[in-house]
């Protein structure tokens, strides 16, 4: 039942508007609303039982295992939630002089630093409110570097196909044409398809490392190389930045830009679809160009950097200079980390990933690489299940749900047939990685005696399986009364 | 160790599963020579307790002001059910709603919010948000210009749309190719001059349509959403949500007839529910036509039916984004602020088309009358004499930093400085008061601006404003 249908005319929550207000009696009519919108009228009681309803249909990290490749759906730290919730962080006006706000902009600038230490670049700003924001701003600063230097006949930029969509449609955005190249079987970059593809029309290459197919680029040193002595910058994206925290740092890869996922290796929550946080960092010859605003310090006392500061920056990138509420979550989580925790991060974050490949093909799972290390996530293929059996990896995924898994990521990286991408993170225990494991052999079981019941998976969720070909077609994407 | 579960002996079993000798090994295909070692730079760790004491001692560092800036963030009283609902882990620690079946909560809440925001604007369908208000005012140009059959790159941006909101979109067009041409307002009203309009020459996609503008003053929507659709240009509306509890909807701008209305209405629904909170999170929402719906940015959500014949939700036209269509997608947004969404949506719902409406009211007569009481202090007068939502413009015979500065030191935000955007508003200050103001509150911003003006204007001569004190 939708909001809507538990509404009665002239039902209210009374308590939560003023009492008394006046009538618009100076505006002119030709301006005014003729008929109310269509909100529900509804007591306060109403609302909170239908929504904490609404919450209780959802899969959560709280309540449920998400072994999501490429997410890193982690445990969100319920202090990082409170402490960014103190009253007088919340009540701040984003334009109030930095003077009344300088506890919150020490906390800004001190993730600046701690966010340049994790990667080893020269500068950060935080700008960017979500990965692909962030992806945007970095192609953006390749883009004003050439510019800046005359360098305009640098057209194109080079994405390796099993990258995530947000890379070409990013470089689309920035006016650049995209050129993809091959992954070789060991599911690393083809140096010979770089090595081609490279030349005086190169701005730059955008690299995951580890890439989406859960493995560590091992020649990124020559590929630097590669695309250095042709004149092009090196973008890293930072979605898998979780495998190598502490380890290795993407400034002592020779990466010239990245983007971090705050929601993904910093903790802060995905909110059923954002907010997130996706800062970036640069090396020094890209530093004019970071997007504003950023914190500077000057004896102590801190304020934004805008555009008299930096005047080749690419710009600014929100009304108000960014996430804030996320930006200090991810500042509490790295302060209870220290830098001891975050190099335990990438290290249980590999050890679950290895663990629970080991144990699933143990069980009879086909790893896509098998003869590599996982970094913290791997893939799995059903590609033989399904010609065996006709059940897909969409169909195994949703079967697990009935088990009270979430799913792990389905054709993604599109290379790899009927995969399945696990991340099962540092936050979770060896039993929850033994039960899913369980869970995953049942599954199959179940495909290989019947098929039919996986096929119409799942059975015991709010839902059962949707019809997207009707949501698409018969498009109905606003209620009306009837 | 921090939000890690594993025991000594869970690690040396794991580790015997891998068939490992330690955790190090697991990084042996990395390149010994790009090994950092640790990250000595990051200070050491702190439990929760002293992270909690810390961060205590910072917001009491940043205390609480009696604020009367609006400029695009604008304090709402927000009901106590939002956000205890909005932060239960059910919500908070969810994925994107990718997995429909296990994602009905967040999905059917998004679709009760597109309806909600379509009513609100008048038009047929709404996405799931954007980021801000800025960025999806930056969407809305891309998407006229995409939609231009013609393929004309050009777009009017009146100069009384917010300053940074054309600055976000000068930087997410600035390498399209589109050119932004500004349109001046008229000096005495603060809206956008029609006959400077009727005056430029030359073919655009589209006029952006600011309502209320930056300014708080009510732009003539119905004849600048004429003016557009006469000249084959899309209007793009850019609304304050919650004025639209009160205002003309932007899917009725215009004359009747067959293509009344905006096309496109983007805006920041911080308004509805969400804490000013230095910035953000705060979320952009964008509403349009039917015939638009596959030119739009952003997660939709749509009803079906399950197999079963019941209906649910599921995202819906994915084609149009970058994780199928890759490079040449609609756009590249992939996350969008789905928890502010949650919030607005339940604050939508609590607060009913009587209550917003009454928030919208009530703000506008607060504004109306510290407006009064300001102008009836010497050395301060109204700028423009259009009508305004709940902002306005005032003039100050003292440097306006010096006013706000000495206001500050008394606990008051006094308004926004406009100069900085507009050098020749140098000496003026958009104030705003919303429901959140009580007459005592307007009254001590009076007082206390008349004494400084007071001693500034030659009373007491070379004596500073009483921030100094």
């Not at chain 1, 990013?170 to 995209?178: D, Q, R, S, W």
């Not at chain 1, 098998?370 to 033989?384: D, G, M, N, Q, Y």
């Not at chain 2, 202090?377 to 305004?388: A, C, L």
């Amino acid at each position: 039942m939708l909001i809507f249908e538990h509404a009665h005319p002239g039902r209210r929550a009374h308590a939560q508007a003023p009492y008394n207000a006046p009538a618009a009696f100076d505006l002119p009519a030709d301006q005014l609303r003729q008929t109310p919108p269509l909100l529900p009228e509804t007591s306060e009681l109403d609302v909170v039982r239908h929504y904490t309803g609404l919450s209780q249909k959802n899969f959560s990290i709280d309540t449920q295992f998400y072994p999501l490749g490429s997410c890193t759906m982690k445990y969100n730290p319920r202090a990082c939630n409170s402490l960014a919730m103190l009253p007088q962080f919340l009540s701040r006006h984003p334009l109030a002089d930095v003077a009344t706000g300088q506890g919150f902009l020490v906390s800004m600038y001190e993730l600046q630093e701690m966010l340049m230490e994790v990667t080893g670049m020269a500068a950060v700003s935080l700008a960017p409110m979500a990965g692909a924001h962030g992806e945007f701003a970095g192609v953006a600063m390749i883009r004003a570097y050439h510019d800046a230097r005359g360098d305009t006949a640098r057209r194109e930029i080079i994405v390796p196909d099993a990258a995530h969509g947000t890379n070409p449609a990013t470089a689309t955005m920035c006016g650049y044409v995209v050129k993809e190249i091959p992954t070789d079987r060991q599911g690393n970059v083809d140096l010979d398809a770089l090595k081609a593809a490279v030349g005086p029309q190169t701005a730059g290459l955008m690299l995951t490392n580890p890439s989406t197919l859960g493995v560590f680029e091992k020649t990124i040193v020559e590929i630097q190389k590669i695309v250095h002595a042709a004149g092009g910058l090196s973008y890293y994206d930072g979605a898998n930045l979780n495998a190598i925290l502490g380890r290795v740092r993407p400034g002592d890869m020779g990466f010239d830009v990245i983007h971090m996922n705050l929601h993904k290796t910093f903790s802060t929550p995905h909110g059923g679809g954002g907010p997130g946080a996706g800062p970036v960092g640069v090396s020094e010859r890209l530093q004019p160009f970071l997007p504003i605003p950023y914190v500077v310090s000057e004896r102590d006392f801190y304020r934004w950097a805008e555009e008299a500061d930096v005047p080749q920056s690419i710009g600014r990138m929100s009304a108000f200079g960014g996430n804030m509420g996320v930006l200090l979550r991810a500042w509490v989580y790295a302060r209870m980390l220290g830098g001891v925790g975050m190099q335990r991060v990438a290290e249980f974050a590999a050890l679950n990933a290895n663990y629970l490949a080991a144990e699933l093909n143990k069980a009879g799972f086909e790893l896509a690489f098998p003869e590599r290390r996982a970094s913290h996530e791997f893939i799995v293929t059903l590609k033989k299940l399904k010609d065996e059996t006709g059940i897909s990896a969409m169909d195994f995924a949703k079967r697990l749900l009935d088990y009270g898994f979430h799913a792990p990521t389905t054709y993604f990286p599109m290379l790899v047939p009927e995969c399945l991408l696990i991340e099962p993170t540092e936050t979770e225990s060896k039993e929850t990685l033994d039960a899913f494991v369980q869970a995953m052999v049942a599954v199959k079981r179940e495909a290989e005696s019947q098929p039919d019941l996986v096929k119409s998976a799942p059975h015991k969720l709010p839902s059962r399986r949707l019809d997207d070909v009707k949501a698409a077609r018969e498009l109905d994407l606003v209620w009306k009364p009837a | 160790m921090p939000f890690i579960p594993h025991t000594e002996s869970d690690i040396r079993s794991m580790l015997a599963s891998i068939g490992a000798a330690s955790t190090d090994a697991l990084f042996d295909e990395i390149p010994a020579e790009l090994n950092c070692g640790g990250l000595p730079g990051i200070p050491e760790g702190l439990s929760e307790m002293h992270v909690t004491r810390l961060m205590h001692r910072r917001a009491a560092q940043d205390g609480f002001y009696s604020n009367f800036i609006g400029a695009g963030a604008y304090e709402h009283h927000i009901p106590a059910a939002v956000w205890p609902i909005v932060t239960r882990g059910e919500f908070y620690s969810a994925y994107t709603p990718y997995q429909a079946e296990a994602s009905q909560g967040t999905l059917q809440l998004l679709y009760e919010y597109q309806t909600m925001m379509a009513s609100l604007t008048g038009l047929d369908v709404s996405n799931a948000s954007l980021y801000d208000g800025a960025s999806a005012l930056a969407e809305a140009v891309l998407m006229a210009v995409r939609a231009n059959k013609a393929g004309c790159r050009r777009v009017l941006v009146p100069a009384t749309v917010h300053p940074r909101y054309l600055a976000v979109t000068r930087t997410t067009v600035k390498n399209q190719n589109i050119e932004l041409v500004s349109v001046p307002f008229d000096k005495t009203t603060g809206v956008t001059d029609l006959a400077a309009l009727e005056a430029m020459a030359g073919e655009a996609a589209a006029l952006v349509i600011p309502q209320p503008n930056f300014f708080g003053a009510l732009e003539p929507v119905d004849a600048l959403t004429d003016w557009a659709h006469a000249h084959n240009m899309l209007a793009i509306a850019v609304v304050n949500p919650l004025a639209l509890a009160l205002l003309k909807p932007p899917g009725l701008w215009g004359a009747v007839g067959k293509n009344q209305g905006a096309d496109i209405c983007v805006g920041d629904g911080q308004p509805l529910g969400v804490p000013m909170s230095s910035g953000g999170p705060y979320f952009g929402f964008m509403t349009t036509r039917q015939t638009l719906v596959r030119q739009m940015p952003g997660r939709l959500v749509g009803r079906t039916v399950d197999l079963d014949g019941q209906p649910g939700f599921t995202l819906t036209l994915q084609a149009r984004e970058q994780h199928i269509r890759r490079s040449k997608a609609t756009s590249n947004i992939c996350t969008n602020q789905g928890l502010l969404v949650t919030a607005a949506t339940i604050h939508m719902a609590l607060l009913g088309p009587a209550g917003l409406k009454s928030v919208a009211l009530e703000s506008h007569a607060k504004t109306r009358a510290l407006l009064e009481k300001l102008v009836s202090v010497p050395g301060v007068e109204r700028v423009f004499n259009s009508t305004f939502f709940h902002e306005a413009v005032i003039r100050v015979n003292t440097p306006v930093d010096d006013v706000l500065r000495a206001l500050r030191a008394q606990g008051i935000l006094g308004g926004y400085a406009l100069g900085g955007d507009y050098p020749e508003l140098a000496d003026c200050i958009l104030v705003c008061a919303t429901e959140t103001k009580t007459d005592d509150d307007l009254e001590q911003y009076r007082q206390q601006l008349e004494r400084i003006l007071s001693r500034r204007n030659g009373r007491e001569p070379g004596v500073p404003p009483c921030a100094y004190k």
